[in-house]
Nanobody
Framework: QVQLVESGGGLVQAGGSLRLSCAAHGPTFRFYNIGWFRQAPMKEREFVAGRDWADGSTSYSDSVKGRYTISRDNARSIRYLQMNSLKPEDTAVYYC?????????????????WGQGTQVTVSS
């Protein structure tokens, strides 16, 4: 069993930065791939960034590539999403999720555990 708790959301002006944290609880969390997703009002949940637990490789959606960075602190079982150069269209509820797959997936349905979400609002 894995429990995830996000934090770090808030209100920021366009061009600003935020760092989201995903604190994990569970004895085998380090063996899970991590994904960050977001969901804006009236839109589907979309993949933003992911990290493979085995080799540490990362992947990003085209909309955030070059602006967002996913990282980890294994000692404290925390995963981070650093978001720079934020735009109003980045406004959404952001979720971290965990999956136990050999090949990481970007599909929300493939993630087994989810956090409660944290709101990110970017003003223009």
């Amino acid at each position: 069993q894995v429990q995830l708790v996000e934090s770090g959301g808030g209100l920021v002006q366009a061009g600003g930065s935020l760092r989201l944290s995903c604190a994990a609880h569970g004895p085998t969390f380090r063996f899970y791939n991590i994904g960050w997703f977001r969901q804006a009002p009236m839109k589907e949940r979309e993949f933003v960034a992911g990290r493979d637990w085995a080799d540490g490789s990362t992947s990003y959606s085209d909309s955030v590539k070059g602006r967002y960075t996913i990282s980890r602190d294994n000692a404290r079982s925390i995963r981070y999403l650093q978001m720079n150069s934020l735009k109003p269209e980045d406004t959404a509820v952001y979720y971290c999720a965990a999956q136990k797959r050999v090949v990481p997936s970007r599909a929300a349905m493939d993630y087994e555990y989810w956090g409660q979400g944290t709101q990110v609002t970017v003003s223009s």
